[in-house]
Nanobody, 129 residues
Framework: QVQLVESGGGLVQPGGSLRLTCATS????????IGWFRQAPGKEREGVSC????????YYADSAKDRFTVSRDNDKNTAYLQMDDLKPEDTAAYYC??????????????????????WGKGAMVTVSS
């Protein structure tokens, strides 16, 4: 069975840090782009950061640049999102998703939601004082 399981969410004060982990199984992780998406109540889901299969290409949303760091370990079938200097507007459910790559590992943005092949169930991140 395909599984993507997010962990590491929780409640943190503004300026704090969290590291989200996406543990996967049941598919060929090393051939997939991994994306981190988030959705706040009443807002559309947005791509936060995506990383190509080889990690040679990385995308960050403007809101995440300079604060978030995406990484992956293909030997462990696991991806990570390190979040620093968290702000209240980062509060959202965070989802890990996977999309099979084509002939190129270059990404200029995260794939559209409907182009992602597999999704985790999400992890809540709340940033509040």
């Amino acid at each position: 069975q395909v599984q993507l399981v997010e962990s590491g969410g929780g409640l943190v004060q503004p300026g704090g840090s969290l590291r989200l982990t996406c543990a996967t199984s049941g598919f060929s992780f090393m051939y997939f782009t991994i994306g981190w998406f988030r959705q706040a109540p009443g807002k559309e889901r947005e791509g936060v950061s995506c990383i190509s299969s080889s990690a040679n290409s990385i995308y960050y949303a403007d809101s995440a640049k300079d604060r978030f760091t995406v990484s992956r370990d293909n030997d462990k079938n696991t991806a990570y999102l390190q979040m620093d200097d968290l702000k209240p507007e980062d509060t959202a459910a965070y989802y890990c998703a996977a999309a099979l790559e084509g002939d190129s590992d270059f990404i200029s943005s995260c794939p559209e939601d409907y182009n992602m092949d597999f999704w985790g169930k999400g992890a809540m991140v709340t940033v509040s004082s």
